[in-house]
């Protein structure tokens, strides 16, 4: 499996990729991005579709490692962060899609618009088409993990680990609270094999902090 780890400096990213090391093309497309020390923060909680793209091929068997830190904006009682995967395309300013890729989302709402969104804490797996059109694939509610939904918890980053197998569309995304479990989703068979060039990560509504190398 191609592991991608991301390590942050202030100069700039540097992917581990098949043991080589390199800096990958970034695009701040929207939002207010910046390095601080060793974590990429988004630092606009207004901003809806904050967004980096990341020029990474990506075929086969993929796994994406990171941790998300909560800095401030939710107040407001909604919040999302996520990141789209084997994008077959980029768009540098504010988008709701992303080209052809799939989005794995993290959300809270408490007064979600959408009867398919759960109120509170949920997860998301969108299809993207074009950088204006997705669709929902699936939706989960994690209501039981809003206990851990502290100011001491969200002081602290959570870590995230994401297996994509390209070759058969099969999508992992493992429980941080235990890594001997996780969610899995398919990605359409007509996307399968899933070749994307670029990562995105994303933001809507908050502040939040990326660590992307443990």
């Known amino acids: ?15 581990s990729l098949h043991a080589q090391n390199r800096i990958p093309e970034y695009r701040f497309a929207s939002g207010r991005w910046e390095f601080i020390g060793d974590r990429l923060f988004q630092n606009d909680n207004i901003a809806r579709l904050a967004k980096v ?29 996520g990141i789209h995967v084997f994008a077959d395309t980029s768009y540098n300013d504010a988008s709701w899609g992303c080209g052809k890729s799939y989005l794995l989302w993290l ?3 408490e007064k979600p618009l959408s009867r398919d ?9 969108y299809r993207s088409y074009t950088n204006s059109r997705m669709e929902l694939v699936q939706s989960v509610s994690l209501g039981g993990y ?15 680990k994401i297996e994509v197998y390209g070759n058969t569309g099969e999508i992992r995304i493992y429980d941080p609270t235990d ?8 990605a359409n068979s007509r996307d399968v094999p899933l070749r994307g060039e670029w990562v995105t990560l994303r933001t809507n509504g908050l502040k939040a902090s990326f660590g992307m190398g443990l």
Do not use: C
Request: no cysteine.
């Open 117 to 125: 969104i759960p109120s509170g804490l949920s997860a998301q797996v």
């Open 179 to 186: 890594e001997g479990q996780y969610y899995q989703v398919t």
């Open 53 to 81: 793209n990341f020029r990474v091929p990506q075929s086969g068997p993929m796994e994406y490692e990171f941790n998300i830190r909560y800095e401030g904006g939710a107040e407001d009682g909604h919040g999302g962060v």
């Open 1 to 15: 499996m191609k592991k991608m780890v991301f390590f942050l400096v202030v100069l700039g990213i540097t992917l």
């Open 146 to 160: 809003e206990q851990f939904l502290t100011a001491e918890n969200l002081s602290n980053p959570v870590s995230f």
């Open 107 to 109: 959300n809270y709402d």
